[in-house]
């Protein structure tokens, strides 16, 4: 049973930074790309940031410059580094990966329970 659990979020000031990270456990054979999406109420869930396993990376427009994400594939973990947070950037923190594990005939993407990140103002 593959499980992805996210930790990291909390309540910030404005100009604040966060650290979310997210752990892939159980049986898996490979992991594919990985990323982080996010969800504000009454809006849909958007992708934030992508890693590939090329190495490239890739951010929405509204995070450039001030957030990172970075994967540690000996520990099957991925992150987001927030800086310079936004009450805009107050939503449920999502972690996706494109993951093979026994039983699937391919890649399946699974999804973490989400974390919470508020930004006050």
């Known amino acids: 049973q593959v499980q992805l659990v996210e930790s990291g979020g909390g309540l910030v000031q404005a100009g604040g930074s966060l650290r979310l990270s997210c752990a892939a456990s159980?049986?898996?054979?490979?992991?594919?790309?990985m990323g982080w999406y996010r969800q504000a109420p009454g809006k849909q869930r958007a992708s934030v940031a992508a890693?590939?396993?090329?190495?490239?990376?890739n951010y929405a427009d509204s995070v450039k410059g001030r957030f990172t994400i970075s994967r540690d594939n000996t520990k099957k973990t991925i992150y987001l580094q927030m800086n310079s947070l936004k009450p805009e950037d107050t939503a449920v923190y999502y972690c996706?990966?494109?993951?093979?594990?026994?039983?699937?005939?391919?890649?399946?993407?699974?999804w973490g329970q989400g974390t919470q990140v508020t930004v006050s103002s």
């Open positions: 996706s990966g494109r993951i093979l594990a026994p039983g699937d005939t391919g890649y399946r993407n699974y």
């Open positions: 159980g049986s898996i054979f490979s992991i594919g790309a």
């Open positions: 890693s590939f396993t090329t190495g490239t990376t």
